[in-house]
């Protein structure tokens, strides 16, 4: 979305309520994928996505448009939610069964598809094991498709810090992966 | 930063958005000297299984639908909430109104008293004087 269109709308928003229904539209398959490729499971990518939305409603006076897109103010809102939720309930990240299913194709052979699984769980066992910011960075970049420029206005860091941030973010995964192998 | 690790970040960064527009892309290298391209093509396969490993997903409609549903009831509760407010502000605005007006011409009439009285007192002493000077005057 266009950041004129976007500004429009959330002023629209702060001045009726029932507008804001316009912008839930806009980005709920955007926060509902962040939250859910962090969480690894729909229950609770479905309680943070409502809790997101809820929150952003509550505090949608405060937002004020300054270069910094909305949905940058949105995925803060979801990356605090999760954390908040991890914290509070002590929770680690699992890799569901949801996940591995979204992962297989349905005309492969059952044992490609059980080395195919076992890999993938492998793959996003390591990436969760990652610190918060280092996933939030892929999901991001690979699950959202954004680009370094978008990326670095939601984290709140510059687009050269973001390429360094990848290529670090890269060397750890591929360690842990290795950790895996060998142990 | 060195020129050739600057060239790994923007070979790592032009491939990562060359996969999410093409699924599969192969990014090109031609910066990159021969001794790191093997480090940068274990890099590259590994973006490309991340970016397998994190397919995007979506909310089915039926949640899409009951949340949207429970936010505009949400925002219905408030908008019903602001309308109760707005009255109330409007009456105290009206209340201040009233007041300064109240006092504004309060202070008017203080002025028009004051300044009345003295030109009164003036002429009075005016009137006294030319009486005397009158008086002094040989017939």
Known sequence: MKGEQERVLVERAQNDPLAFAALYEVYVDQVYNYVYQRTGNHSDAED???????????HLENYVFKGVPFSAWLYRIAHNAVANWYRDRRRHQVVSLDALIA????????????????????????????PAERQQLLILK?????????????????????????HRTLLALRRELQKDKTS | MNMEHRDLL???????????????GDAQDPQVPPEQRQELRSLLQLAEQVKGALAPVTASPAYKRKLGLDLSEVARHRRSKELLVAPLSTRRELLIGAAIGSAVALAGGIVYFVRTHMQGQSQHVGQVRTQAVVNREPA
Do not use: C
């Open chain 2, 10 to 24: 923007e070979v790592l960064t032009a491939h990562a958005d060359q996969l999410n527009r093409i699924a599969g």
């Open chain 1, 103 to 130: 992962y297989s194709k349905g005309d492969d052979k059952p044992e490609d598809v059980t080395q195919a699984w076992e890999e993938q769980k492998k793959l996003l066992e390591a990436i969760r094991r990652l």
């Open chain 1, 48 to 58: 943070l996505t409502a809790r997101t939305f809820l929150k952003a409603f509550a």
């Open chain 1, 142 to 166: 690979f699950s959202e498709g954004l680009k370094n420029a978008e990326i670095a206005q939601i984290m709140g860091r510059t687009e050269g810090a973001i390429k360094s941030l990848y």
